[in-house]
């Protein structure tokens, strides 16, 4: 997009470096928001690679600290761009070849108050169908203002009303990821770094995935993401090659394999352990998600239990698995988001909307750990149980999308009752994190024909184009209807999910 013999507009030229070099140190972590350092390196000079330390976070649920001050990045202004110009290919060549803008000395503006939900959104650029506008710009943008917010607890139990949300948070509490888990994880991938180093010195490597965004379990595996930077890009089925090689010599990983899909990606596993990486080259979006994510994850206490325990619901009832053709974890997660995004008193805003400098689709990658901890706190008015929102999601989804005769003759009276009111609308809507609500579909590719439309927030293609099927399709949409008759009539997390039994299999991997 630009020449790479000059400068872009509003940047400096770095030729012999990848580094501007910061006039002081500069430390980057990756805290925001409730929870401690989790992943953080430091830029001591533009010679030295930044390390990539991991540090333990505390207790589950800390009081929210002081709200910091919101985060201005340094980015050029760029044109907006049409549907047809957002190719993952230019969003990434920009995102690589850009040169780190350091922190040091920027202003630092008056902090933001608490969000509230009620509160509109003046100056933010929302489009009716959303596929057609950019992002708005970060220096346009007008903060939300609030006077009063309620206050709300810092205690998972206050959101434990009943049988089915004690149930929900039993689960949560026995198979949510501990410390020690990310602890082991942290330390192959420190070891992996110092090795592939050796190949390639200016390689970062970087966990993303469940393990880093606040979502993961006990059984999850860890996602990897290898950054080479550089005037060329690679060809990640090259690099996965060599390192395949590197890794056969290495004597704390086996089983390697490397898998040719459209994101390739190198499979290992930690020696002598079940644990299970994912490494995958310059795929930098995953890095942009993983703390936007996160940043969802810790802005209520329910988000973290409601999200494991549809994921355990779904892959128990076979629905989780995209490569089967069925939903993927992270497609489940957006449809959970946009529920809790969509209902008359919100549980979350849309973060991308209300503070795009925090989460800009360009920002340098080395200042995307940054962005989140300058979002201030949310405070939802919304203070339904967790069984309650676990109910509603699966009625969302069971009438709101999907009535037909068919599925509404299998549910129970009480749940019938919206499928007459609603109307079809998986063949007519995208489910959509980024607007925080459901968008017409254009007559794109990118969404005609796909059975479920659910957008990717930055780079805005399709999670869920893995339901490909109709008989898979079908499959998806009944196992809602069913779950959501049966768990409204018994109010039994187990009558939908064999509980002890997860929890003794998560057990084992203490």
Not at 200 to 217: D, E, K
Request: aromatic content about 10%; charged content about 25%; proline content about 9%.
């Amino acid at each position: 997009m630009f020449p790479r013999s000059a400068a872009q507009r509003g940047r400096s030229a770095y030729r012999d470096g990848l580094y501007p070099p910061p006039p002081v140190p500069i430390c980057y972590d990756y805290n925001h928001q409730r929870l401690a350092v989790v992943n953080s390196f430091y830029v001591p000079e533009r010679e030295r690679l930044p390390t990539y330390e991991w540090k333990p976070y505390p207790a589950l649920f800390p009081v929210p600290p002081r709200v910091p001050a919101p985060y201005t990045p340094t980015t050029p202004n760029r044109r907006k761009r049409q549907n047809d110009e957002y190719s993952p290919h230019v969003v990434k060549r920009q995102r690589l070849e850009s040169p780190s803008h350091p922190l040091v000395g920027s202003p630092i503006p008056p902090a933001t108050p608490p969000r509230h939900p009620d509160q509109a959104v003046p100056g933010s650029s929302r489009s009716s169908f959303g596929f057609d506008s950019c992002y708005p710009s970060p220096r346009a943008h007008i903060h939300p203002q609030v006077n009063a917010v309620p206050e709300s607890s810092n205690s998972l139990q206050a959101y434990a009303k009943d049988k089915l949300s004690d149930q929900m948070v039993e689960l949560f509490e026995a198979c949510q990821q501990q410390t020690s888990d990310l602890a082991r994880k942290e330390t192959c991938r420190t070891r992996l770094q110092k090795d592939i180093q050796s190949i390639y010195a200016v390689a970062r490597l970087y966990l993303t995935g469940s393990s880093m965004n606040g979502l993961g379990c006990r059984s999850s595996d860890a996602d990897l993401c290898l950054v080479l930077k550089g005037n060329n890009r690679p060809d990640p089925i090259h690099v996965l090659t060599v390192l395949q090689r590197l890794f056969k010599s290495l004597s704390y990983v086996e089983r390697t394999q490397l898998i040719r899909a459209k994101v390739p990606i190198l499979r290992f596993r930690e020696k002598g352990s079940d644990l299970e990486f994912d490494l995958n080259i310059n795929n930098t979006v995953g890095i942009r998600n993983t703390f936007l994510l996160r940043s969802y994850a810790y802005a209520d206490l329910r988000i973290r239990p409601m999200i494991l325990v549809v994921k355990k619901w779904a892959r128990h009832n076979q629905i989780n698995d995209a490569s089967k053709g069925t939903l993927s974890s992270y497609t489940l997660v957006l449809m959970v988001l946009h529920y809790l995004q969509t209902l008359k008193e919100p549980v979350l805003p849309s973060l991308q909307r209300d503070y795009p400098e925090c989460f800009y689709a360009f920002l340098d990658i080395d200042v995307v750990p940054e962005g989140p901890k300058r979002v201030p706190p949310y405070i939802s008015t919304n203070q339904s149980s967790l069984g309650e929102l676990l109910l509603g999601f699966l009625k969302y989804y069971a009438t709101d999308f999907s009535p037909s005769s068919l599925l509404s003759s299998i549910l129970h009276p009480l749940v019938s009752c919206f499928w007459v009111r609603g109307r079809s609308r998986w063949d007519k809507q995208v489910i959509s994190v980024r607007e925080a609500k459901a968008l017409p579909k254009n007559n794109s590719k990118e969404w005609r024909n796909k059975y479920i439309c659910v957008e990717e927030p930055f780079e805005k293609n399709n999670v869920a184009r893995a339901v490909h099927e109709k008989i898979k399709f079908d499959a998806i949409k009944a196992t809602f209807a069913e779950s959501c008759r049966i768990l409204q009539d018994r109010k039994d997390l187990n009558s939908i999910l064999p509980v002890r039994a997860i929890i003794n299999k998560e057990s084992c991997r203490r």
